[in-house]
């Protein structure tokens, strides 16, 4: 039997990866440091609900990716998300509509990651630290010290910087990837126990150290006692505050949605921060993925396109495109 190829990242583009390769009858083998898949489109359950603390919704502009949602619609995987939307800005809080079709993973965002995932072999809480060329194939190290493999091919599905690590064996590609700097976004995830008095479903924001606020509970399928809200600092503001105690997140990013929402905001019930050190790249790139087809060893990910959902799964299916067509 041949070595099955190893995918290190089980976020929308590794899986993307995954499932392109199965389809053309490869086997393999995925690694994540975390306990579960969807990197950034992650979801958090809470004494709240499950609450999306990453990508909020994702448009699908590529006729590919649009073809593959309406067929995770069919499965029950993602539905249209259509909220009733605002900007706010120094000229205050206006409506905002637009006939844009937006899809949320139903009834979370993680549920499209742990939907492609299904059975296929994973290894979570698995940080790999090193990939290295045996005399035919490929190994992977971990932070616990254990060796894994072998394998026939290596794709790297994380954010740029940590791919860059990762690259060594391949300088040119490891170059390009640290190339890529990538953002930060302090997330706060707020529950309040009377349901807020704002029309607000989703908010995108000027000149404030946030850039947009959600109403969790609007999106479909979300079951939640609490009127949840999710709200996203700037790249800018996230980076001033990279340190700073998730309380004092909480506390300066609930005062500024109290001060742009335009109703009365009581104490939140339930709140919690997460730091996103690698957010988005800050700038976009056109590689689709990078590959070095002879050593077999591929890298994928948001930061090869656009930095956002559809970036990452067409990024994951080029690396799969360009490893088969070399087999
Ligand atoms: P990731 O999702 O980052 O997956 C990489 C995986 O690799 C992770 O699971 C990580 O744990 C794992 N990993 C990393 N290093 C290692 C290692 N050494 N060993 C093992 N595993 C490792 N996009 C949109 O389209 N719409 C939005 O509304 C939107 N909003 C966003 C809001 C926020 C706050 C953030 C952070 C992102 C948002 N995005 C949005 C961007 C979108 O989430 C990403 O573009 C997309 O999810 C990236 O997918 P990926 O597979 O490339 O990377
Ligand atoms: P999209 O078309 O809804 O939004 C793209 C951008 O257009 C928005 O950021 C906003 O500035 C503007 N916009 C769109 N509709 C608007 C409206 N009705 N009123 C006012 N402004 C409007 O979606 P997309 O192109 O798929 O982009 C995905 C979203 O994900 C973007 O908002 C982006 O900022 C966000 N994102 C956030 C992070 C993060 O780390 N916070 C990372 C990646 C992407």
Redesign the pocket.
């Given at each position: 039997m041949t070595a099955p190829i190893a995918i290190i990242g089980t976020g929308i583009a590794g899986l993307s990866a995954a499932q392109a390769l199965i389809a053309a009858g490869q086997n393999v083998e995925l690694f994540d440091k975390s306990r579960g898949s969807g990197g950034?489109m992650a979801s958090k359950r809470t004494d709240a609900g499950s609450v999306d603390l990453g990508?909020?919704?994702?448009?699908a502009r590529d006729r590919r990716f649009a073809e593959v949602v309406q067929q995770w619609r069919d499965r029950g995987w993602v539905a249209e998300w259509s909220p009733s939307?605002y900007?706010a800005s120094e000229g205050g809080l206006l409506p905002?509509?637009?006939e844009?079709i937006?899809w949320v993973g139903t009834p979370r965002m993680s549920a499209i990651t742990r939907a492609l995932l299904g059975a296929l072999p994973v290894n979570f809480a698995c940080r790999i630290t090193e990939v290295f060329r045996g005399e035919r194939h490929w190994g992977l190290q971990d932070a616990e010290g254990l060796s894994h493999g072998p394998f026939s091919h290596v794709i790297i599905a994380t954010p740029a910087p940590q791919a860059a690590a990762l690259l060594a064996a391949a300088p040119k590609l490891a170059g390009a990837a640290a190339s890529v700097a990538m953002?930060p976004?302090w997330a706060v995830a707020l529950g309040f126990s009377e349901t807020l008095d704002t029309q607000v479903e989703g908010c995108?924001i000027q000149d404030n150290p946030l850039?947009?606020v959600a109403r969790n509970r609007s999106k479909p399928g979300r079951e939640s006692s609490l009127d949840t809200w999710v709200l996203?600092a700037t790249?800018n503001w996230s980076r001033q505050h990279l340190d700073s105690p998730k309380e004092a997140v909480i506390e300066q990013l609930h005062g500024a949605f109290a001060e742009m929402i335009g109703c009365a905001v009581p104490a939140p019930t339930f709140s919690l921060a997460h730091r996103?050190l690698y957010?988005?790249p800050s700038q976009a790139h056109q590689w689709g993925a990078l590959a070095d087809a002879d050593l077999g060893l591929y890298a994928c990910g948001?930061w090869c396109l656009s930095?956002?959902?559809?970036g990452a799964w067409l990024s994951g299916q080029e690396a799969a495109r360009r490893l088969l067509e070399h087999l």
């Open positions: 950034r990508a909020q919704y994702f448009t939307l900007n905002s509509p637009d844009q937006r953002d976004t995108f850039d947009w996203h790249s996103w957010a988005r948001d930095g956002r959902v559809e």
